[in-house]
């Protein structure tokens, strides 16, 4: 085994790891983390948790690190040093390897065929996301992604994961759900073990005190830097970097603000030109991207040499122009960055010169740090501009924050981090998600009136809830337009999207329908994924979004693949190359179920429950109804039923009446008929109900309630129970399951209806008790590990002759 400095240099190339961070490699693993900006934590988090799991061979250190970050901007630079990192460790892979994979979860999921993180859960890998993406999947809401692989990342994320809150004091709303996630995992249990750990450069006990976390407290193992760590050369160095601080001479005042703040900005560009200094680099931070986007363009008429934009509602390809340029030496003339409060935290920038708006006190401790930040020069100055209380721009923050800033700052003239005094604002009164709260989040069905339970109280700030849009060139219908990539979407503010949709069309993908459907400015909500017309305008490369460009064509962004919107009624994974017998898939899935649950070390009575499921969970696929949709007059003569075809497109789920013409059944769902011959055939099985939830749920489309849908046909005579295409009679052939054989299959839908009925329990009453005995961390990690080995077989499948 290596030891941990070796370790560390291999991965870093620095000669020596600070102290502090190889007692987290070596010590207790603590819970906070609390270490000033510029101090290397994200390496002494990542290194630390790869020794322990790949050297020490800690088994109780969870397999999945997740780094939730309360800013976009950091995602891409976070990701990037890790990948460098385990590449010089040669321990950088794909999903499947056997390495250690790193994932970005910013939206625009790939295709089922595509082998994920998701896919492989007995292996290591390291997850970066947003606290949007990443805190909304862990509340089986995932913003930008099919709704229909919500439980798949909640069961994940809450099982065998070490969950990793980077600069806290930005997390507004998500901080207090953070904590309460910790706790209910505490009480209601996890399969495998998971964790957290709270870091932050501006750390306060207080800001972790919520109602269900409380009683830990006391508990928390706490890792700061001791006399050792401040002996280090490097450590002192950037303590005492020498940082004169005074106010700007311009104001953001309630007379320069009229006229979208013209004056403000003229007079801003113009002191900037006069401080910045030649050969160095100059960084402006302020508050708001669209007084962002002004300074960017008066500077720019005033420059040989453009500055550079920095926020949050770029499209990745060109913040990743953007953040390169960054990165690049300084030219030889010195530069400008315009920036938001996007790089207040984690980038790894410095400037000899530094302009910020008045913030609060926590959040300009951080812009601070983009200033002389490792000492490397002689002297450095910092402005900040104030921001007059009769102005009215505080947002995004609070006035009482500013004028408490304002008072800070006034009373000091160096921002050494030596000098500055210590966080100690209060976190403010936020929305609280509580146990309830969650258990009724589990139930994932589409709500029918189009609104989802909205989250965004938990994640983010009033006024800072987040959608994303995406642009695709067309004339007046969308039409079959694909799902969006990851590539082409781009975040926007709820305000500056209703500002857009204020003269503008946008269209929002329905799985019920399955279509775009047109959708007004008033119903959007957080994490959306919303269409776009390229023609209206709204993007430019060097700006990003801005709502008053109306004028620019936004070039779309070109796709290699084309993947469709996932729709109630589609299923992505039945379409391949060959016919493949139903008995064979079964059979496959069988197996990688007992294969995944003895990688993943689970017990003999779980493994057994996970693997007959699977070999149950398509037996519904024997429906005529599904056999007509994907084999039409072009299937095999023998060999059926049949699980996959080559059959492409939207399925026509249909059976034949007597007179040879077609009976409709929109929207059929194999995995209701699959569950229901379970039930008829298995009255006996201890785990009965479980194994019944875990075969319909295995698409994500049938889980805790059991109801018609809209767009459904109705049986003649409306007599007969009807849900997902399945109607009350309808029979399933004989079937041979693994040497098994079931015969002929009525299906029943007494179960439909609340209390208690021919079959028994009603199947609201079956899966609420299902979700008091095993909680729904539980449960969603079952319901995962049947799916996973569902994608798995069927790859296996594909590429199989």
Not at 26 to 50: H, M, N, Q, R, S
Not at 304 to 319: D, I, K, M, Q
Not at 778 to 801: G, M, N, T, Y
Request: charged share 25%.
């Amino acid at each position: 085994m290596k030891d941990f400095e070796s370790f560390f240099r291999q991965a870093t190339g620095l000669p020596t790891p600070y102290p502090y961070q190889s007692r987290l490699a070596e010590d207790d693993w603590p819970e906070v983390l609390d270490i000033p900006t510029g101090l290397g934590k994200t390496a002494a988090v990542t290194l630390g948790w790869l020794y322990r799991r790949r050297e020490k061979g800690e088994t109780d250190m969870p397999r999945r690190l997740v780094w939730c970050l309360p800013m976009r901007v950091l995602v891409e630079q976070t990701h990037r040093n890790i990948r460098e990192w385990l590449a010089a460790l040669d321990l950088l892979g794909e999903p499947g390897d056997g390495k250690v994979s790193t994932h970005l979860l910013m939206g625009g999921e790939p295709s089922l065929r595509t082998a994920t993180w998701a896919s492989y859960p007995e292996e290591e890998s390291i997850l970066i996301g947003t606290q949007d993406m990443l805190l909304s999947r862990a509340l089986m809401r995932g913003y930008g992604m099919s709704r229909y692989q919500w439980p798949v990342h909640f069961g994940l994320l809450h099982n065998d994961a070490l969950w990793v809150y980077d600069e806290i004091q930005l997390m507004g709303a998500a901080l207090p759900t953070s904590t309460q996630l910790e706790a209910f995992r505490r009480t209601l249990r996890t399969q495998r073990s998971t964790r957290s750990l709270w870091a932050s450069a501006t750390l306060h006990r207080n800001w972790l005190d919520t109602v269900d976390f409380r009683p830990h407290l006391e508990t928390l193992g706490w890792l700061s830097l001791n006399d050792e760590d401040r002996r280090h050369d490097q450590v002192t160095q950037r303590l005492t970097a020498k940082k004169k601080l005074q106010p700007a001479r311009t104001r953001l005042t309630a007379d320069n603000r009229k006229s979208k703040a013209a004056a403000y900005i003229k007079g801003l560009a113009q002191e900037i030109l006069e401080e910045h200094q030649p050969g160095s680099q100059t960084l402006v931070i302020l508050n708001r991207v669209e007084r962002a986007q002004a300074l960017h363009a008066a500077l720019a008429k005033q420059m040989e040499t453009a500055p550079l934009l920095l926020h949050a509602r770029f499209r990745p390809p060109e913040r990743d122009e953007i953040e390169s340029a960054i990165r690049a030496e300084t030219p030889a003339e010195g530069r400008i960055i315009v920036a938001t409060q996007a790089v207040e935290a984690g980038v790894d920038i410095s400037s000899r010169v530094l302009f910020t708006e008045l913030a609060p006190w926590s959040s300009l401790v951080q812009r601070f740090g983009r200033c002389n930040r490792g000492g490397e020069h002689p002297e450095a100055t910092i402005y900040w501009i104030d921001i007059e209380e009769e102005s009215k721009e505080a947002l995004p923050y609070e006035m009482e924050d500013l004028l408490a800033a304002r008072e800070q700052l006034s009373a000091i003239e160096s921002a050494s981090p030596g000098d500055l005094p210590a966080v100690d604002a209060a976190t403010g009164i936020r929305r609280v998600i509580r146990r309830r709260d969650l258990i009724d989040l589990f139930n994932t069905d589409p709500d029918l009136s189009g609104f989802d339970v909205d989250i965004s109280a938990y994640i983010r700030d009033p006024g800072q809830a987040q959608s994303q849009v995406f642009w695709r060139d067309f004339e007046d219908d969308p039409g079959e337009q694909p799902a969006p990539t990851r590539e082409e979407l781009c975040p926007v503010g709820l305000g500056q999207l209703k500002d857009y949709l204020s003269k503008r069309k946008a269209w929002i993908w329905d799985p019920l329908s399955e279509r775009w459907e047109p959708v007004r400015k008033d119903r959007i909500r957080p994490g959306q994924q919303l269409l776009l017309q390229s023609r209206a305008g709204g993007y430019t490369a060097t700006a990003g979004f801005d709502a008053t460009d109306s004028k620019s064509f936004v070039e779309p962004i070109q796709m290699d693949t084309a993947i469709l919107a996932e729709s109630q009624g589609s299923d992505d994974m039945t379409v391949m190359k060959r016919y493949v017998p139903l008995s064979e898939h079964l059979q496959d899935v069988d197996a990688a179920g007992a294969d995944l649950a003895e990688k993943l070390e689970q017990d003999e009575a779980l493994a057994e429950i996970i693997a007959t499921a699977g070999r149950w969970h398509d037996v519904g696929k024997a429906h005529e109804a599904f056999q007509n949709a994907i084999t039409g007059d072009d299937a095999p003569g023998d060999g059926g039923p049949w699980a996959k075809s080559p059959r492409g497109g939207r399925p026509n789920f249909h059976v034949r009446n007597e007179d040879g013409t077609k009976q409709q059944r929109r929207g059929f769902r194999h995995e209701l008929a699959s569950a229901l011959a379970w039930l008829e055939h298995q009255s006996d099985h201890p785990q009965r109900d479980l194994i019944a939830y875990l075969i319909a749920a295995h698409h994500g489309k049938v889980r805790l309630g059991l109801r018609a849908l809209p767009n459904e046909n109705a049986p003649p005579g409306g007599q007969r129970l009807f849900a997902r295409g399945v109607w009350e009679g309808d029979r399933l052939p004989p079937l041979r399951l693994n040497g098994q054989s079931v015969p002929e299959t009525e299906l029943r839908l007494d179960l439909m209806k609340l209390g208690r009925g021919p079959q028994g329990p009603s199947w609201t009453e079956r899966t609420r008790q299902l979700l008091d005995e095993h909680g729904p961390f539980k449960l969603a990690w079952f319901e995962a590990l049947v799916r996973i080995a569902d994608w798995r077989a069927s790859r296996e499948e594909e590429h199989s002759p």
